[in-house]
C-alpha cells in the first residue's frame, strides 16, 4: 500500500531507499567506501591545480600563523594582536608543519603543497558527507547527481582545497547536518545520540569560525520548535556540549596569547557591533542575490531553483534563504563567506538532474525505436552543458587568474590607503628615511606612476610576472613586477 501510494505522488523521482536491490544504479561508484576513494583522489588533484592567488586570509590567518607556532617566525597581522583570531584552525597545520620536519621533509615542495593536500582529506570528507546527506533525504540517485554537482562545479573546484576558515566550516557543516535529525524522514524517531552528534560538530564549527553561528542558530531555533523534549534540548545538549567546546578552544588560546582572550567576543565586537570589516569594502544588501551567490551557482543555477520547487524541501531551502539573507544585513560581503550553503543548493541541483534522469530512462523505454531517441537525451546535454561552463572556469580560475600569489600587509591599514591615494608622494617620504632594499615589488599599476623615481633611486626591472587578466578590487593589475637595486644585483640580471 505504501509503495503504492508513492507511485501516485507528483515526486518525479521514485522514494527509493538506498538499499534497495531493485534500484538499478547507473554509477560506478555506489558504496561509501567508493565515493570517499574517488572524493579523495578528485580534491587531491584539485589541490594540486590550484596555482592562483583567492583571498590572503589562506596564507595569513593560517599557514603563516602555522609557520609561526611550528618554526619559530613569521608575520602575524593586526588581526592576531586584536584576538579575533582563535588558533584552533591554524593548529592543523602546525602538527602538518611539526610531521614534515620530524621526518625531514620541510623543504619548498612540501612545504607549499602538503597544507592544501591536507585540506584535500578534509574537503573529501566534506563531499562523502554531503552524498550520505543527501542520500538520506531523496534516495541512492539523487544522492550521487549531488555529488556530481560537488564535484564539477566550477567555484567548488576554485576554493574548496584552499586553506581558508571557511573551506573547513563547510566541511563541519555538512558532517553536522547530516547527524542533525530534524532533516530526516524519521527525525521524530531518531536517535538522541545523533543530535549530539551534530551539536558536537556545530560547536566546533563556530569554534573554527564565529560566523558559523548564523547557520546553527537557524538549525537550532527550527529543532527547539519541533521537538518534544525542549527543556533536554536546551539544557541537557545544547548548553553542556558548547560550554564544554568554548572551554577547550579558550583553554587553548589561553595558551597562544599568553593571556585569558576570549575570541568569540571579540570577533562580535569588531565584524557586528563596530562594522571593522566594511573597511575592506562594501555591497549592495542585494550583492549575494545578485552577483555574488548566483556567480558561485554558475550554471548550476537554473537546476538549483528546479530542484527547490521539485523537491519541496523547504527546511532545507529556509536554511540557505536564511544565511543569505543575514549575510545581506553586514555591509562587508565576500564568496567564502556564503560558501557552506553553496553544497546544500547543488543537492537541489542534484534533485532537477535525477528528476532529467529519471525522465530519459522512462522516455527511452517508450520510444527506443522511434528516431527522437537518437537524438541526445535532456539529461546528455544538461551535462553537456554543465560541465563545459564549469570546467574550462574552473582550470582558468586555478591555472590563470591572479597566478602571481600577492597579498597587501594590513598591519596598518592607513597606509594601504595613503599609497593608493598618492603612490608617488607617498614613496617620496618613504625613501627619505629608510634603509635601502635590495628589491621593490609591486603592481604594473603602479609602476606607471613610479617608474621614475626608482630610477631616481638606481631600481631596474628585475622580473615581469603575470598575474589577471581582468580587475578584481581595483585597477586592472595584469602583472606583478619586480626591481632590484643596481647595488646589488649582478650586471647579467
Not at 602575524?76 to 621533509?105: C, D, N, Q
Not at 544538461?382 to 563545459?388: D, R, V
Not at 609591486?442 to 628585475?462: G, I, N, T
Amino acid at each position: 500500500m505504501i509503495n503504492r501510494r508513492r507511485s501516485k505522488s507528483n515526486n518525479p523521482i521514485p522514494n527509493q531507499n538506498h538499499n534497495n536491490s531493485q534500484y538499478q544504479n547507473p554509477f560506478i561508484f555506489s558504496s561509501v567506501k567508493r565515493v570517499f576513494t574517488l572524493c579523495l583522489i578528485f580534491r587531491m588533484v584539485n589541490a594540486l591545480l590550484v596555482q592562483t592567488y583567492f583571498n590572503p586570509d589562506e596564507h595569513w590567518q593560517a599557514l603563516e600563523v602555522a609557520h609561526r607556532v611550528a618554526f619559530g617566525y613569521g608575520h602575524l597581522t593586526w588581526e592576531w594582536s586584536k584576538g579575533i583570531r582563535s588558533y584552533l584552525h591554524p593548529m592543523l597545520f602546525v602538527l602538518l608543519y611539526r610531521l614534515l620536519a620530524f621526518f625531514r621533509l620541510d623543504t619548498p615542495f612540501f612545504m607549499r603543497h602538503a597544507p592544501r593536500l591536507l585540506q584535500s582529506i578534509f574537503s573529501a570528507v566534506g563531499d562523502c558527507y554531503l552524498y550520505l546527506f543527501s542520500r538520506e533525504i531523496f534516495g541512492e540517485r539523487v544522492a550521487l547527481w549531488t555529488l556530481f554537482s560537488q564535484l564539477a562545479n566550477w567555484f567548488m573546484i576554485f576554493c574548496f582545497t584552499r586553506t581558508l576558515s571557511n573551506s573547513l566550516e563547510t566541511v563541519l557543516t555538512l558532517i553536522g547536518l547530516y547527524y542533525w535529525p530534524l532533516f530526516r524522514k524519521s527525525s521524530r524517531n531518531a536517535n538522541l545520540g545523533s543530535r549530539k552528534w551534530g551539536l558536537a560538530v556545530a560547536a566546533l564549527a563556530c569554534a573554527i569560525r564565529p560566523t558559523s553561528a548564523i547557520t546553527w542558530l537557524y538549525v537550532g531555533l527550527l529543532e527547539f520548535y519541533e521537538t518534544r523534549d525542549r527543556l533536554r534540548f536546551i539544557f541537557l545538549e545544547v548548553t553542556p556540549i558548547g560550554v564544554m567546546v568554548l572551554a577547550l578552544t579558550s583553554l587553548l588560546d589561553r595558551w597562544m596569547y599568553k593571556s585569558w582572550t576570549f575570541v568569540p567576543l571579540n570577533f562580535l565586537r569588531f565584524n557586528f557591533l563596530s562594522s571593522g570589516g566594511d573597511y575592506y569594502g562594501t555591497h549592495k544588501w542585494h550583492w549575494y542575490f545578485t552577483q555574488g551567490f548566483t556567480v558561485m551557482l554558475f550554471t548550476f543555477l537554473p537546476f538549483s531553483i528546479s530542484g527547490i520547487f521539485q523537491s519541496k524541501q523547504w527546511k532545507l531551502f529556509g536554511l540557505m534563504a536564511w544565511v543569505l539573507g543575514l549575510y545581506s544585513v553586514l555591509g562587508h560581503k565576500e564568496f567564502r563567506f556564503v560558501l557552506p550553503v553553496l553544497p546544500i543548493a547543488l543537492m537541489f541541483s542534484g534533485y532537477s538532474l535525477g528528476s532529467l534522469g529519471t525522465l530519459s530512462d522512462s522516455e527511452r523505454k517508450r520510444k527506443r525505436s522511434s528516431l527522437r531517441s537518437k537524438c541526445p537525451s535532456r539529461m546528455q546535454l544538461a551535462l553537456f552543458f554543465l560541465l563545459m561552463t564549469n570546467l574550462p572556469m574552473a582550470l582558468y580560475m586555478n591555472l590563470v587568474h591572479q597566478y602571481f600569489i600577492f597579498s597587501d600587509n594590513k598591519e596598518i591599514p592607513d597606509e594601504s590607503d595613503r599609497f593608493m591615494m598618492d603612490p608617488v608622494g607617498f614613496v617620496s617620504e618613504l625613501v627619505k628615511d629608510w634603509s635601502l632594499p635590495s628589491h621593490i615589488v609591486l603592481f604594473d599599476s603602479e609602476e606607471r606612476q613610479l617608474k621614475e623615481l626608482l630610477s631616481m633611486h638606481s631600481f631596474r626591472e628585475v622580473k615581469r610576472f603575470f598575474h589577471a587578466h581582468f580587475k578584481v578590487d581595483r585597477d586592472l593589475q595584469a602583472y606583478v613586477v619586480v626591481y632590484g637595486s643596481t647595488e646589488h644585483i649582478h650586471p647579467q640580471t
